[in-house]
């Protein structure tokens, strides 16, 4: 294409477009590399919503720092005042691609893949960024077949609102009931999406694609283990707390389903101590290892030496009595 862009990116092909940007192929001329070069469209250079959302997105994306997470480079105006992103550029197309071309995929392979997807998930949670909108497109694959997440357009704190203005942000099929009820929503609204991307990996289709009651993965897919599925079942729950509580309890169970183990299940309710509530249940061996536990109690054997011990001592005191007394009476009885 040739086109120069901020005197420094020199676009080669486009790669991809979206509702409110194209993202082309570009190098870096100060630099020698190639970026992903992400350009705000330019029916939306005036919307001043628009432009201060897809700033956002670099301003979110720029203070998570993980491995799974597509890296930003730098963030700038073309000559014409269209804003841009330079990201990572990775070669291997998108999670979507990767669905297209090999869905149903094998139950290993989804863990393995979903557990980099938490992983960057927990590091944006842990920074107070909710992404709202984890879906295949936003999950870039690398060259060795990683993956990372992008696009924290609407990425927004966990004390901010769902809604700009009237309009409900997100991408329809991979959002939480709470999100599109325009709702307030925590992190678990990126795990019902991270299983609503599982359950497409597992059987090739969302599982709303046909506007239908979505059943388990394993009734469209019968090679899907009965964890997989359980797992996924849990995420879709409407009910966030039906979900794992948090992305790095989701990585833990995902990486005992790479290795072929099942994730440990909370308590039931039924299990829980009188005034329990959900948020001081533990939910795993290791919190519940962590209570505090009665001290030991004294064996009835060490209770009867107690009880014993204080009639031995008269008993001995007695004999000893005795004995000097025989003693005395023997050295008096002597001949001198």
């Known amino acids: 294409m040739g086109e120069l862009i901020d005197r420094r990116y020199n676009v080669v092909e486009p790669l991809g477009r979206g509702g409110m940007a194209e993202v082309y192929l570009a190098h870096d001329e100060v630099l020698g590399r190639d970026v992903a070069l992400k350009v705000l469209s330019r029916r939306f250079a005036d919307d001043a919503d628009f432009v201060e959302r897809f700033k956002r997105e670099a301003r979110s994306a720029a203070t998570i720092s993980h491995p799974n997470v597509v890296p930003i480079y730098d963030r700038g105006e073309a000559e014409d005042g269209a804003c841009y992103i330079s990201m990572e550029y990775l070669p291997g197309g998108t999670l979507k691609d990767r669905i297209s071309r090999d869905a149903p995929m094998d139950a290993g392979v989804v863990a393995e893949v979903a557990v980099q997807i938490a992983e960057a998930l927990e590091a944006a949670h842990e920074g107070g960024v909710i992404h709202r909108d984890v879906k295949p497109q936003n999950v870039l694959?690398?060259?060795?077949?990683?993956?990372?997440?992008?696009?924290?357009?609407?990425?927004?704190?966990?004390?901010?609102?769902?809604?700009?203005?009237?309009?409900?942000?997100?991408?329809?099929?991979?959002?939480?009931?709470?999100?599109?009820?325009?709702?307030?929503?925590d992190p678990r609204s990126d795990l019902y999406s991270l299983g609503v991307v599982m359950y497409e990996m597992l059987t090739g289709e969302p599982p709303f694609a046909s506007n239908e009651t979505a059943v388990p993965p394993k009734s469209k897919n019968p090679d899907v283990p009965d964890a997989t599925d359980d797992l996924v079942v849990r995420l879709l729950s409407k009910d966030p707390d039906g979900r794992p509580p948090s992305a790095s309890a989701l990585a833990d169970d995902l990486r005992r389903l790479a290795q072929g183990q099942a994730p440990k299940r909370p308590p039931k309710a039924e299990e829980a101590s009188p005034g329990q509530t959900d948020a001081t249940r533990p939910t795993s061996v290791y919190s519940r290892s962590r209570e505090k536990k009665p001290g030991p109690r004294r064996s009835p054997r060490r209770k009867n030496l107690a009880d014993v011990v204080p009639w031995l001592l008269v008993v001995l005191f007695i004999v000893g009595v005795v004995a000097g007394g025989i003693l005395v009476l023997r050295v008096l009885g002597a001949p001198l």
């Open 141 to 185: 694959v690398t060259r060795t077949g990683d993956v990372k997440v992008c696009d924290f357009g609407i990425a927004r704190a966990e004390s901010a609102g769902t809604m700009t203005g009237n309009v409900i942000l997100g991408t329809a099929a991979y959002m939480s009931p709470e999100q599109a009820a325009g709702q307030p929503v």
